[in-house]
């Protein structure tokens, strides 16, 4: 069979997702999933949608909802571009900004899914190590087709300043993808870069702050040209009608995704608190989760003594993310039998 796969995919390892646990009494804080409830207009459509209708294909330009998209962030309809899932985004990416001999950046650590969707193309991948406090400092003279820039950073949590962004777009001649994922958690966006320049595209994610990581909704914003291109080659009919329609109601409910936010955002707060008197070293989170570096006996065993009382964090086996883990937020009860949890296994 091997001689049947392209060489590229069988050598390469492929995503890895974190754990999906089933069953009562688990504790998932693991692939940072949202805890409260989406917004009640979600759930009033789902009630009005004519069943005839999905037997139709649905608007392959997903108008209505990009109309939403560009007065929220003050934009021509022709600079938004909606996906399945913001992931298809940063795949167009890499097709339309790439030529073979090209090659993909992105911050290491940062979103495990960038350098595999370069390997599915057959692009060279050029990783930017971040620093022993995953701060960021750009090589000189550091070239490529296009950069991925988390922000705020995952898998920690860390937002870069507006400025240093702004001073690398500056310098850079590629694309710049801001990924957005996380930003409604943090206390600024570069969204405004996605116009100003015409090298720039920020992707955005209903997965996180709207509650709705299971609908599969992302967009992003740019300039018409770069815009015009993942049109040109994304799939005829890449969301769903039923998408499309949770989507446009969930973003013109602005309101519940902030009351969404500051939930999570309190909650990170008893979370980074409880886990520094645990002796852990907690990074300045940004997003719904946080990134933390625990005492003795380690990462790993903590991950491990954890997941066998059914409660589930990540844990990444990599040389510079080894030593730490990411935690989502949760609900404050979750994170009590967390911290419960801790006491147990460090003894305190």
């Given at each position: 069979?091997?001689?049947?796969i392209r060489k590229?995919?069988?050598a390469?390892?492929g995503y890895?997702?974190?754990e999906?646990?089933?069953g009562?009494g688990?504790i ?5 999933e949202n805890?409260?409830?989406c917004?009640p207009?979600?759930?009033d459509?789902l009630?009005?949608i ?13 108008t ?9 962030h003050?934009v021509?309809l022709?600079n ?5 899932g913001?992931?298809e985004?940063?795949a167009l990416c890499?097709?339309a900004?790439?030529?073979?001999d090209?090659?993909?950046?992105y911050f ?8 595999v969707?370069?390997?599915i193309e ?6 930017v ?27 920690t949590g ?6 240093k ?13 801001i990924?957005?994922?996380y ?9 405004e ?6 090298n720039?595209?920020?992707?955005r ?10 609908i ?21 009919y890449n969301v769903?009608r039923?998408t499309?329609e949770l989507?446009?109601?969930a ?6 995704m902030e ?5 999570v955002?309190?909650t990170?707060?008893?979370?980074t ?13 940004e997003?719904n ?9 380690g990462?790993?065993?903590i991950f ?12 990444f086996?990599?040389e510079?993310?080894?030593?730490c883990?990411?935690i ?14 801790l ?6």
């Open positions: 069979m091997k001689n049947l590229s995919v069988e390469m390892d890895v997702p974190g999906q646990p089933k009562e688990v998932k804080l693991n692939t940072n805890p409260w409830l917004s207009e979600v759930r459509i009630n009005e004519d069943i005839a209708e999905l037997a139709k294909y649905p608007d392959p330009l997903c209505e909802v990009r109309k939403v998209i560009a007065e929220k003050e021509g022709a938004t571009f909606a996906g399945n913001s992931d985004i940063l890499i097709r900004f790439c030529e073979r090209g090659s993909v950046g290491d650590p940062s979103y495990s899914l960038y350098p969707l370069a390997q057959e692009i060279e991948t050029k990783p190590a971040l620093d022993e406090n995953f701060e960021w400092q750009m090589p000189k003279g550091y070239k490529a087709s296009v950069f991925f820039l988390t922000n705020p950073n995952a898998p860390m937002l870069f300043p507006k400025v962004v702004e001073a690398f777009i500056k310098t850079f001649s590629g694309v710049v993808v990924d957005e994922a930003v409604d958690f943090a206390r600024e966006s570069c969204m870069f996605a116009t100003k320049y015409d720039v595209l920020v992707a994610t209903l997965s996180k702050s709207y509650a709705l990581a299971g599969r909704f992302g967009y992003c914003v740019g300039a018409k040209p770069l815009i015009d291109a993942l049109h040109k080659i994304k799939d005829s769903s039923l499309q989507a446009r109601v973003l013109i409910d602005e309101e519940t009351a969404i936010t500051a939930a955002k309190g990170r707060g008893l979370l608190d409880e886990l520094k008197d645990l002796g852990f070293k907690v990074y300045p989170s997003t989760f946080v990134w933390a570096k625990p005492p003795k006996p990462a790993k065993k491990e003594e954890l997941r066998g009382r059914n409660i589930f964090v990540r844990w086996d990599g510079r993310t080894k030593d883990l990411r989502t937020v949760g609900t404050n009860e979750q994170i009590m039998a967390l911290v419960e949890a006491e147990e296994i460090l003894g305190k």
